[in-house]
């Protein structure tokens, strides 16, 4: 669901689906979307083209398939690193920055799949905008709740201030600017935590 509550169009799973769906993600994210043709893709997953017709019904829905799944499992990912950190509010947030360092080196080596995904279907027309805009918002959230769990005097501009360092740390590790993005992101956080911390 993106920030005007609209949900992408999804579809149900079978195994031939689930294998062009794999195939498709690991091309888009390696090549980027509109280099990747469906040609490509059912060579990769040893399926016709007709069968991608037949499952997804065009190229834009196996993109929000690709987004969605990525979204759906690094939430997953997200929640057991959350689980792991206990109680501690402090804690929670900067878990957030090694969850994301851990993915980033499993997962993303490429940058942050939501961001490369924009700059080619940027339109909020396309269906894949709302799986791309929700998860961004989705991240937002999730600072805030993290914020409000701290008793910050103000819990939006808390998120919002962790968000820009998650997502500037996103960028320049995608773009390998310096080493260590993520890890000196949340150095950065945890100084910004403990401001906030003393201001109440």
């Known amino acids: 669901m993106d920030s005007e509550g609209r949900s992408p169009h999804r579809i149900a799973m079978t ?3 689930r294998r062009v769906r794999d195939a498709a993600a690991r091309l888009f994210y390696a090549r ?3 280099a990747v043709g469906v040609d490509l893709i059912a060579a ?6 007709k069968t991608i017709y037949d499952r997804f019904g065009s190229k834009d829905q196996l993109v929000v398939e690709y987004l969605a799944d990525r979204d759906e499992r690094w939430r997953a990912f997200l929640a057991e690193r959350l689980a792991d950190a206990g109680p501690d509010p402090r804690a929670r947030v900067l878990a957030v920055f090694a969850a994301s ?11 942050c799949s939501m961001v490369n995904a924009h700059v080619e279907v940027g339109d909020p027309a396309h269906p ?6 929700g998860q961004k918002q989705w991240m937002l959230d999730c600072f805030r ?7 910050a005097p103000d819990a939006e ?6 968000m820009l360092l998650h997502e500037g740390a996103l960028a320049t590790h995608g773009l390998e600017v310096f080493p260590g993005a993520l890890e000196l992101a949340a ?7 403990d401001a906030h911390t003393a201001s109440r």
Not at 101 to 111: I, T
Not at 157 to 162: E, I, M, N, P, V
């Open 15 to 17: 195994p031939a689906a």
């Open 32 to 34: 980027g979307i509109h």
């Open 44 to 49: 990769e997953a040893g399926v016709t083209k």
């Open 101 to 111: 360092a851990r993915w980033a080196g499993e997962h993303s080596g490429r940058g």
């Open 128 to 133: 894949a905008h709302a799986v791309i805009a």
């Open 145 to 151: 709740r993290l914020g409000e769990g701290l008793g």
């Open 157 to 162: 501009r808390l998120a919002r201030s962790l």
């Open 187 to 193: 150095a950065q956080a945890a100084l910004l935590l």
